[in-house]
């Protein structure tokens, strides 16, 4: 079945940087868009970013751009957000999904258990 496992969250200072990775397993990754979302305390689940199977495709929400990176290794099946000049405001858990189909927009069908990014000083 898919499975989806999140890493390298952590506690960071404003300013600083973090990479996350998703391993991705039990589907073909090559041909599925992937994403990354964010649920701040309190928060709903939002969008963050998506990439489409040969990463010629790459869409950030406005508060990331210029800021984090999306990235995938289909040799290794995994997904990737380089995170910069992180601010408080990034706090939250980030989650990565597979989306239905290798369209960019299509609807995310599977999700990782996440992994907690918290910046502050």
């Known amino acids: 079945q898919v499975q989806l496992v999140e890493s390298g969250g952590g506690l960071v200072q404003p300013g600083g940087s973090l990479r996350l990775s998703c391993a991705a397993s039990g589907f073909e990754f090559s041909t599925y868009a992937m994403g990354w979302y964010r649920q701040a305390p309190g928060k709903e689940v939002r969008w963050v970013s998506s990439i489409n199977p040969g990463s010629s495709l790459r869409t950030y929400t406005d508060s990331v751009k210029g800021r984090f990176t999306i990235s995938r290794d289909n040799a290794e099946n995994t997904l990737y957000l380089q995170m910069n000049n992180l601010k408080p405001e990034d706090t939250a858990v980030y989650y990565c999904?597979?989306?239905?189909?290798?369209?960019?927009?299509?609807?995310?069908?599977?999700w990782g258990q996440g992994t907690q990014v918290t910046v502050s000083a």
């Open positions: 999904a597979k989306r239905t189909s290798a369209v960019l927009t299509s609807k995310p069908d599977s």
